[in-house]
Nanobody, 115 residues
Framework: QVQLTESGGGLVQPGGSLKLSCAASENVFNFNRMTWYRQGPGKERELVASLTVGDTTQYADSVKGRFTISKDGAKNTLYLQMNSLKPEDTAVYYC?????????WGQGTQVTVSS
C-alpha cells in the first residue's frame, strides 16, 4: 500500500511563500504522475500542478508563474514551491500519485493566506 504524507502547510501573509512536501513510501519514479490538488472552503477539489515520470509539468492557470512542482528521487519526495501567495490560494492541499488506473492520496495539509 502506497503512503503519501504531506507537510509544510501553515499560515502565511499575502505575498509570502511556502514549500509543501509529499513524502512517498516508495520511489517517486515508480509513479506515472504525481499531482498536487487543493480544495478551498466551499469549493471543489482542483488540480494545482502535476509532474509526469518524464518530467512534463502542468499547472492551473491561476498558479502559473507563482508555483513550481518538483521531485527528489533520493528523498522519494514531491514538492510544491508556492510564491506570491494570495488569499484565494487558501485551501487544503493534497498529494496524489498514480500508476496506470491506481491512485493514492495523502491526508492533506492546510495552507492559509491571510494578513
Amino acid at each position: 500500500q502506497v503512503q503519501l504524507t504531506e507537510s509544510g502547510g501553515g499560515l502565511v501573509q499575502p505575498g509570502g511563500s511556502l514549500k509543501l512536501s509529499c513524502a512517498a513510501s516508495e520511489n517517486v519514479f515508480n509513479f506515472n504522475r504525481m499531482t498536487w490538488y487543493r480544495q478551498g472552503p466551499g469549493k471543489e477539489r482542483e488540480l494545482v500542478a502535476s509532474l509526469t515520470v518524464g518530467d512534463t509539468t502542468q499547472y492551473a492557470d491561476s498558479v502559473k508563474g507563482r508555483f513550481t512542482i518538483s521531485k527528489d528521487g533520493a528523498k522519494n519526495t514531491l514538492y510544491l514551491q508556492m510564491n506570491s501567495l494570495k488569499p484565494e490560494d487558501t485551501a487544503v492541499y493534497y498529494c496524489n500519485a498514480n500508476i496506470l488506473s491506481r491512485h493514492w492520496w495523502g491526508q492533506g495539509t492546510q495552507v492559509t493566506v491571510s494578513s
